[in-house]
């Protein structure tokens, strides 16, 4: 069995989804770790459909296409070659991946971790790492997502990384920094840029500089990962990950959660440029003419309590 929707747009969960919920005793965890793996929570016949419709979608299909090209759209390409790939919007773009990934029970999972009554997709973005020893792109460098969401009036924020497959330290699972989600950050630092626009070197240099601010050691933790299994991190939690040393490549996506609360708000780099994150071109407008961030048609929700 699965959740049920109910007629005031909330869901109810079977009895064997509410087991897989957090506990008080996860939750705490949460808040002291800056991450959390799940429980099952999808199936394998889950699982083995999104490799399926991602290989179509590699293939060429795709359901519809964006409104516009946002600025900073990670879009691979089969042109681009055995690089590591990443395809935002996936949820959008492809019917037979949203339909999996707009689970409600993941929503519920992220609501109490976030000790929030709602929770909406932020982004989604379909990664493949090459089985190829050695490319650089492969290594994901240390970062944590809040610096890209600063247009965003939420701290709740995180990420649900879903590998379609066993992951393990070998094949570059995700990997994070324990506890840094706590860390005051350095004053005046402007960290607005993608990693994917910084010198992998800087970006130690970061984390190694914020660990020093706040007296704190840098512990890594490579999360492995059972097929069906979430590892949820808060979006203050700096994390990365290493190259692909596997005879397969590594799949998944990572999918960015926003509270119900969450709603744009302009902000701007210390040189005066204004933060335009991709959403801002593609959403529809709100009242007051900013982008709307509850579009459901780009930031659908998951869940909502009753």
């Known amino acids: 069995m699965t959740s049920t929707p109910l007629t005031d747009g909330t869901t109810r969960l079977t009895e064997a989804e509410q087991a897989l919920l957090p506990t008080d005793e996860d939750v705490a965890w949460y808040a002291e770790h800056g991450w959390w793996l799940s429980g099952k929570l999808f199936s394998d016949a889950e699982i083995d459909a999104l490799v399926e419709a991602s290989e179509a979608f590699y293939a060429g299909a795709q359901d519809r296409e964006l409104p516009a090209r946002p600025p900073n759209l990670a879009w691979w390409t089969p042109e681009q070659g055995p690089v590591q790939r990443h395809n935002d919007y996936i949820h959008h773009v492809s019917d037979p991946i949203g339909a999996i990934l707009r689970k409600p029970l ?13 929770i909406r997709i932020w982004q989604t973005t379909l990664i493949y790492k090459p089985p190829v020893p050695g490319e650089p792109t492969n290594r994901v460098p ?11 009036t939420s701290e709740k924020m995180l990420t649900a990384f879903v590998p379609f497959h066993d992951c393990d330290e070998r094949m570059g699972t995700i990997t994070m920094v324990d506890g840094s989600h706590r860390w005051a950050e350095i004053p005046g630092d402007d960290s607005t840029r993608h990693f994917a626009a910084r010198d992998a070197a800087e970006l130690e240099e970061l984390l190694a500089a914020n660990a020093a601010h706040n007296g704190a050691e840098v512990v890594t933790l490579p999360i492995t990962i059972p097929k069906g299994h979430v590892n949820f991190h808060h979006c ?23 509270d119900g609360d969450n709603r744009y708000r302009p902000y701007r780099r210390p040189n005066g440029d204004p933060v335009v994150y991709n959403h801002d071109v593609v959403v529809r ?18 869940w909502r309590s009753a």
Do not use: I, K
């Open 142 to 152: 240390w970062h944590m997502d809040r610096h890209y969401w600063q247009t965003c």
């Open 285 to 302: 407008r709100d009242a007051a003419g900013q982008p709307d961030y509850s579009d459901p048609d780009f930031c659908p929700t998951l």
């Open 106 to 118: 993941l929503g519920a999972v992220a609501a109490r971790l976030a000790e929030a009554e709602a």
């Open 236 to 258: 203050r939690t700096y994390h990365g990950s290493g190259q692909n040393l596997a005879d397969v490549p590594r799949r998944a996506v990572s999918m960015h959660l926003q």
